[in-house]
């Protein structure tokens, strides 16, 4: 079990504290910029009835409800059909992972939301980062990671990466709507990229064993 937790803290949680601390200080650096103030208003000053139906249905995609819900979904049936939990739990887990920097990023960041009319409620969470960009980046580039993984045909695999246009169709439309700076949806990009990355190499790679002590894991390969 020490094992476990030294393997779990070395690989996952000592990389993840470094990203937490990395995004605190982007918040620190950028929360006074108002230079980009003008593509808000740019977005503002140019919104239609069809942009706004549009962007509203992007904006509810990276919402909470339907991100737990596409995310739960998701993992059942990477389960069932694969008969292992590695995929699944990296999915959740990269999820998480996001879920985890954005809110403690929120607590130590309180940067305003663009002064431009807000097409959606703004939850008592400062503007930076995006937490709506930084889900959908987590799940659906997520799952573009699973299946170019599980797919065998060039032609499925480079469809499967459509998905990553999920996110950035997210981040604009909260660009639009008003509700965040696009240093914001930026920094959420690379934030939840950076999960990805983490969890990736501490599930997905089938070179980490988290069951198997060391010295068995020598045996087995001698």
């Not at 954005?102 to 009319?117: G, N, S």
């Not at 400062?126 to 799952?143: K, Q």
């Not at 990466?161 to 930026?186: I, N, Q």
């Amino acid at each position: 079990m020490s094992g476990l937790l030294a393997q779990a803290a070395k690989r996952i949680l000592l990389p993840l504290a470094v990203l937490q601390l990395v995004m605190i200080g982007l918040g620190l650096l950028i929360s006074g910029i108002t230079a980009e103030d003008a593509v808000n208003r740019f977005l503002a000053g140019h919104r239609t009835g069809v942009g706004n139906a549009i962007t509203a249905f992007w904006s509810f995609v990276g919402s909470t409800p339907a991100i737990i819900g596409v995310t739960v979904i998701a993992a059942i049936v990477l389960r069932l059909t694969l008969h292992r939990w590695r995929e699944a739990i990296f999915l959740c887990a990269a999820v998480a992972a996001q879920a985890v920097i954005f809110f403690f990023t929120t607590l130590a960041i309180d940067r305003h939301r663009p002064a431009v009319q807000h097409l959606d409620e703004s939850p008592p969470t400062s503007s930076f980062p995006s937490g709506h960009t930084s889900a959908a980046t987590a799940l659906y580039c997520g799952l573009a990671v699973v299946l170019t993984m599980l797919l065998h045909h060039t032609w499925a695999k480079r469809l499967a990466w459509l998905l990553v246009l999920v996110p950035l169709a997210v981040g604009a439309s909260r660009l639009y709507r008003g509700m965040h700076h696009p240093t914001d949806v930026l920094s959420s990009l690379f934030s939840a990229s950076m999960c990805l990355v983490i969890m990736a190499k501490s599930i997905l790679d089938r070179a980490v064993s988290w069951t198997i002590p060391h010295h068995r894991r020598a045996l087995q390969q001698a």
